[in-house]
Structures are given as structure tokens and as C-alpha cells.
């Protein structure tokens, strides 16, 4: 079992930046896929970013190329979101994700574990 745990949301002006963390433990992630997505009041889940296990791997949802960046430090367990050039319409609860069988794809119905997401809020 892998338990997921989301940092660094918060309120921020648009045009700033910020850093998603997001710490597995239970076991390592080494070998799973992870991805980001958030969600918006009256709206789907949305991808967001997602990185294969060994990291040669990212994809990016349209709404966010060119402006975050997903990595991942398997030593330290962790996987984060950067984040630049925020913008109103980014304001959503981030939520991270891992699948155990490697798959880092955009299909959030793939992944098996989750956490309990963190609010990003983007302001005028």
C-alpha cells in the first residue's frame, strides 16, 4: 500500500510560480507511475502531467506545456509539480497519483493510489 501526500499548494498571484510536492511512503515508488491532476469546482478531473518510473519519461497536458514541469527524486520518495506563469484558470485542488504497474498516461482511471490533493488558488 502506498499512502500519498500532497505540499506546497497555496494562494498565489498569476504570472508566480509554484512547487508541488508529493510524498510517497508504505513503499518505494521506484518502479510506479506518477502523474498530476487537478480538479475544478464544477468541472472533471483534468491531467495535468505525468512521469514514468525512471523519469526518461514526461507528458503534459495541453493547458500546461511550456509552463510546468513534472520530476521526480526516487531516493527521496517524492515527485513534484513545478509550476510557472500561473494563471487564473489553474486555480484547482492538485492531486497526485501512482500506479503500481508503471503506467504514466493521462487516464486517470489507470492509477491506483492517491492523495488527498492540495488547493491551488490563483489570483487577479
Known amino acids: 500500500q502506498v499512502q500519498l501526500v500532497e505540499s506546497g499548494g497555496g494562494l498565489v498571484q498569476a504570472g508566480g510560480s509554484l512547487r508541488l510536492s508529493c510524498a510517497a511512503s508504505g513503499r518505494t515508488i521506484i518502479d510506479y507511475g506518477m502523474g498530476w491532476f487537478r480538479q475544478a469546482p464544477g468541472k472533471e478531473r483534468e491531467f495535468i502531467a505525468s512521469?514514468?518510473?525512471?523519469?526518461?519519461?514526461?507528458y503534459y497536458g495541453n493547458s500546461v506545456k511550456g509552463r510546468f514541469t513534472i520530476s521526480r527524486d526516487n531516493a527521496k520518495n517524492t515527485v513534484y509539480l513545478q509550476m510557472n506563469s500561473l494563471k487564473l484558470e489553474d486555480t484547482a485542488v492538485y492531486y497526485c497519483?501512482?500506479?503500481?504497474?508503471?503506467?504514466?498516461?493521462?487516464?486517470?482511471?489507470?492509477?491506483?493510489?492517491w492523495g488527498q490533493g492540495t488547493q491551488v488558488t490563483v489570483s487577479s
Open positions: 512521469i514514468s518510473w525512471s523519469g526518461g519519461g514526461t
Open positions: 497519483a501512482a500506479d503500481r504497474q508503471g503506467y504514466s498516461g493521462s487516464d486517470h482511471s489507470r492509477y491506483d493510489y
